[in-house]
């Protein structure tokens, strides 16, 4: 039994100590701060419950459907495919896209005539095919361009691309021009095919929480400051300690990381969506709109509202705003609610603000001048989605594999 100290305890490091637990290791967590989660995290308002940006887990994930036991945390999925909002000269215009990842025919044929053309659906179709082949490794092969020149590759249509690609996914990767590295667009698309969008009962803190339960909150210290000395000395809080080996699982260089998010909570009487899907705006970018996307957790989760009330939950894109000169949550706020009353001008008014959440360093940058791979991008004992990609799988897969590295150095 070797004695290991994880630093950071957020999802990689925790499911990195609970791996290593689980092969006989005695191990212990350092967390920085006075909670675990790190940015997985929920608040509970007015009985309401407030994740931090809008956050899901997807079940066809591969480690996280090792790492997590999603009946246990009452998981509830979203509709497949997606309502499309586009704002036209005699007002808001919504139509349903069934599925387009699972059924690209049935779910893009309402698309058609808006902006899809045929020959879009087709592509979709091939799309469809070209990702699903073969083992999830392969996707994290070949090219690694930027998603949008992958999508320009495929030959999508420019209205197709900006109107249904772009509001979707850059409210995914958290950025505004689709410069993700294709892989990871290859990636999250296979993945959505696959499985299903899904949101645990108590909130998505419920997923860290779930591995901090299996590890025992014993093995977890908040509020630690450490001082590493080296690879199997460090200092927390002042105190020498000695491990056989130190296991870093957090971003050194996360203050420096540029994709930001603002996420604004409504409390509203009801929903005004009438299935669960998410909303998209097909205008995010080729109008200069501002919303990429609107949810209702709620609808899919009754226990994120109280009784009676919905919560709406609403992702600008930092860039986004930042390109639209909205640099304060006041202004963020105000510019959302002149597009949200564009669509909904009947009820959005008596919308109650519960929370503007600005998340500053939300994801790590990929673009395609990274070899985006499976394999974390760090030499020694670090783990966490920056090694990796920026995403709960990117975390897990990042843990596994330095937990299977510190098993081999310890073997050694
Ligand atoms: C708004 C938002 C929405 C997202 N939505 C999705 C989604 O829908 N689907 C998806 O798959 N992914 C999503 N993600 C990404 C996902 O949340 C992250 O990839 C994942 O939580 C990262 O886990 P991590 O352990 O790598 O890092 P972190 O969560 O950042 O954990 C690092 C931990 O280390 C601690 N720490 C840092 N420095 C020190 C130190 N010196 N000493 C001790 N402790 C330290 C931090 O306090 C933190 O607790 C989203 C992220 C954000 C921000």
């Not at 994880?6 to 920085?32: K, M, N, P, W, Y």
Request: proline content about 4%.
């Amino acid at each position: 039994m070797a004695s290991i100290a994880v630093i950071g305890a957020g999802l990689s490091g925790l499911r990195c100590a609970t791996l290593l637990q689980a092969s006989g290791h005695d191990v212990q967590v350092f967390e920085r701060s006075n909670q675990i989660g790190g940015r997985m995290q929920t608040d509970a308002v007015d009985g309401f419950l407030l994740d931090h940006g809008f956050h899901v887990m997807q079940t066809g994930y591969p480690a996280s459907q090792r790492a997590f036991n999603f009946q246990t945390m009452e998981a509830k999925a979203f509709e497949p495919g997606a309502i499309v909002v586009e704002q036209k000269n005699n007002g808001a215009k919504f139509w349903t896209m069934a599925d387009p990842f699972r059924r690209p025919f049935q779910g893009l044929l309402s698309g058609l005539n808006r902006f899809a053309s045929p020959f879009d659906l087709l592509r979709v179709a091939r799309l469809r095919f070209a990702v699903r082949r073969g083992k999830v490794s392969r996707v994290f092969t070949g090219e690694h361009n930027t998603a949008l020149q992958y999508l320009e590759r495929r030959g999508f249509s420019p209205a197709m691309i900006e109107r249904f690609f772009h509001p979707l996914f850059s409210g995914i990767f958290l950025e505004d021009d689709l410069r993700t590295n294709e892989r990871m667009f290859r990636f999250v698309f296979r993945m959505m095919s696959e499985g299903q969008m899904v949101l645990p009962k108590h909130g998505i803190a419920a997923a860290p929480k779930q591995l901090a339960q299996r590890l025992g909150q014993d093995r977890i210290h908040l509020n630690s400051t450490v001082d590493i000395r080296n690879d199997t000395e460090m200092l927390v809080n002042g105190e020498e300690h000695s491990f056989d080996a130190i296991v870093k699982a957090f971003n050194p260089a996360m203050g420096e990381e540029k994709r930001h998010v603002w996420t604004l909570h409504f409390d509203a009487e009801s929903s005004p969506l009438r299935t669960n899907h998410i909303l998209l705006n097909a205008g995010v970018k080729s109008t200069e709109g501002l919303i990429a996307h609107l949810a209702v957790p709620s609808d899919v989760q009754p226990s994120y509202a109280p009784e009676g009330r919905s919560l709406i939950t609403i992702t600008v894109v930092g860039e986004r705003a930042d390109a639209r000169g909205l640099r304060d949550a006041s202004a963020v706020e105000a510019a959302v609610r002149s597009e949200l009353s564009t669509w909904y001008p009947e009820v959005s008014k008596a919308w109650r603000l519960l929370a503007v959440q600005h998340i500053q360093h939300a994801l790590p940058e990929i673009g395609k001048e990274i070899n985006l791979g499976t394999t974390p991008r760090s030499n020694g004992f670090e783990c966490g989605d920056h090694t990796v990609h920026g995403s709960v799988e990117g975390a897990l897969s990042s843990a596994e594999t330095t937990a299977q590295r510190i098993e081999a150095y310890l073997r050694k």
